[in-house]
């Protein structure tokens, strides 16, 4: 009886807390910052003429329980990279709905950006992918579930609920304008090729059921899908899947039509002290809750220059997730919900001997927001600030 009256209270004390979180506009009590750097320097891409490729075979797998592993290296700064190698990353492939794809390599414009090498789109250091020789039993959920299930249109069709979208392939994305979603690269390509359901990618919208609806239907929303018009791929992710690796699991798609819904802004991630509460949040359509929108939030436990380390129950179906925190916006002066991140999965961590698991989102870098939204809107125009 104690166990359960435990379990009842946990989970009533989850709630009190997403009731705070959704019917506050702060979220949390925070105090006005009074030093927080969040107008970053943007290096500008320069694009060039796009290279064409062959078509795409479509012959990869989807993999929606995407996991990595590594060593301190992921956390450690090891050794800068030269700017020829850092531009090469940042090169993208554009995937067409007609199975054309193209290659855009790219120059960055001013000196300043060598300066963001130290917090851009590049980890300062190579992967090492270690073979472990033990079973290790990984966490999905950490402790008592903390997962919200939300329901009813007054807050699945509210933002900012209502800018998670499902992705045909089983994954989830973000609705970062009127016509763009962001979602992990992993949901539509393996790292050497697009994987089958990418042929005829669709982006789902939930909608509230007709009036005409069945009881059965009542208890689960619709969804309405659009069509994607065509995606895109940073080339620092299209390395082989032996080279694969979470800082650049995240790709863009662009649908035919604009979807007339309220999207999240970007911003580039800022260190987890300067958000609100040093929370994250995100919300997603996890696989073992078929048809249901789940919400989630819990604090940064660890951060490196590309990924944002933390114990956010998720299960797979989640990744491509909008990571979001309340970040300081100097213009409007307030805390402003912003996607920081992608989520992307699950990684392995062996430090000092010792095997740590975390759920992990890519960090928007200044050099990644930079290229992200030159691929939102097509020119340089309006990415100078994160």
């Known amino acids: 009886m104690a166990h359960y009256w435990r ?8 709630a009190v807390q997403l009731l705070v979180l959704l019917q506050s506009k702060s979220s949390v009590t925070v105090r006005t910052p009074t030093n927080l750097s969040q ?22 797998k989807a993999q929606l329980d995407f996991t990595t592993h590594c060593n301190a290296s992921c956390l450690h700064k090891v050794e800068d990279i030269d700017k020829e190698h850092l531009t090469e990353q940042l090169a993208f492939e554009t995937l067409y709905a007609d199975g054309s794809r193209t290659l855009t390599t790219v120059n960055l414009e001013d000196e300043d950006a060598d300066s963001n090498r130290r917090s851009a789109m590049n980890s300062k250091r190579k992967h090492k992918i270690l073979s472990f ?33 499902r992705i045909s392939t089983g994954c989830t994305g973000v609705l970062v304008s009127q016509q763009h979603v962001l979602t992990a690269a992993h949901c539509v390509h393996d790292g050497k090729d697009y994987v089958k359901g990418a042929r005829k990618l669709r982006v789902g ?71 609100a509460g040093k929370r994250v949040h995100f919300s997603g359509f996890d696989s073992d809750r ?33 990571v979001y925190g309340r970040v300081w916006d100097n213009d409007l002066e307030r805390w402003e919900r912003k996607v920081i991140g992608i989520f992307s999965g699950h990684q392995w961590l062996e430090i000092d001997g010792e095997n740590r698991d975390y759920n992990v989102a890519v960090r928007f870098t200044p050099l990644k927001f930079a290229q992200i939204c030159y691929w939102v809107h097509g020119n340089r125009g309006g990415c100078s600030q994160g």
């Open 290 to 322: 078929p048809g249901e929108l789940v919400y989630r939030f819990c604090p940064v436990e660890d951060e490196s220059n590309d990924l944002i380390y933390q114990h956010c129950d998720a299960r797979p179906g989640a990744s491509g997730s909008g």
């Open 133 to 165: 020789s033990h079973k290790r039993k990984r966490r999905q959920i950490y402790g008592a579930d903390g997962r919200f299930n939300i329901r009813g249109d007054h807050f699945l069709l509210d933002y900012p609920f209502s800018t998670a979208v």
């Open 205 to 275: 919208f939930l909608i509230p059921p007709s009036v005409n609806s069945t009881t059965e239907d009542l208890k689960k929303p619709l969804v309405r899908w659009l069509r994607v018009r065509r995606m895109r791929v940073p080339k620092g992710w299209i390395q082989g899947p032996q080279d694969v690796s979470m800082d650049y699991d995240y790709a863009l798609l662009e649908l035919r039509w604009p979807h007339r819904r309220p999207f999240m802004r970007l911003a580039v991630a800022p260190s987890s002290n300067d958000l």
């Open 39 to 60: 107008n970053h320097h943007i290096p500008s891409l320069v694009p060039h003429t796009p290279l064409a490729l062959s078509r795409s075979r479509f012959s990869a």
């Open 7 to 14: 379990s009842g209270l946990a989970h009533f004390c989850l």
